[in-house]
């Protein structure tokens, strides 16, 4: 397995594969794998020859009041994970390999960004849709997968991907969950024990709230988000949103509505997780 820390060196990689006739899939990750992430790269290798994980904790989606220092990192176990799960290279520059100090281009996507996490992180998602198009010149991918965990971000990647005109197929893969149903997440790291126990009220309540709104109908929503809501307080829980939406527009469901989105995002302790569920109207 490659390990590339310049642009350079990654972008010769991507032209000798183009040259080479083989299908390149793109895995963009901060690092710090846990199966979540493996499971990309597994669903990666299905669909390409060769696999190229991206770790890279990115400065830009970080607003300067979160954890952009103390974002947990070990690249050899990272390092270790990729070469057994059968990745034929990593990408992992230094910040100042990526961002020149005088970058002045970026990228927005401007309608689902201001929904869900983008109401409290409002640079996050130009943030990601910046450093996911210069990965993507960068892999120079024909495939790239990401994960339902983060759902409005896979959204967003799709209608960035279809609004520019970028030759890459996006695959979302699954939500992977821990044995208790807690959604794996790099973050997990910082929970103590007891909030790890708290933290199980996530997907607990989004569960239960999925059958109230498939038995219900939707016109219960906001009173089972609000039931939601205060399941999470209950458990220590500070909660930023509760929302189900149309999962392709990010919008109030309405009769038309195929799929609903319920998404969650809350803090135990300083440790801010989020969660979702899609749930099928048809
Ligand atoms: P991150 O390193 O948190 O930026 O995540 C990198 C990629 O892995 C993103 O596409 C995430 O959606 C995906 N991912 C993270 N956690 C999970 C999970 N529990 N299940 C599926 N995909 C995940």
Redesign the pocket.
Known sequence: MEIFRTVQDMQNFATAAIRAGKKVALV????FLHE??L??IDIAREHADLVVVSIFVNPTQFAPNEDLDKYPRDFQRDKDLCELRGAAAIFAPEASEMYAENQTTWVYEEKLSTKLCGKSRPIHFRGVCTVVSKLFNIVRPDVAV?????AQ?ALIIRRMVRDLNFPIEIIV????RDKNNL????RNKYLDENQQKDALVLSRSIFAAKEAILSVGIGEIPSICEVVKTEIAKFHGIVDYVECLDSETLEEPTEATKELLLAVAAKFGTTRLIDNILINLE
């Open positions: 963009p990750t901060m690092g979540g992430h499971s990309l990401f994960g339902q965990k983060d971000q893969a699954p939500l992977v959604a794996l997440s790099s």
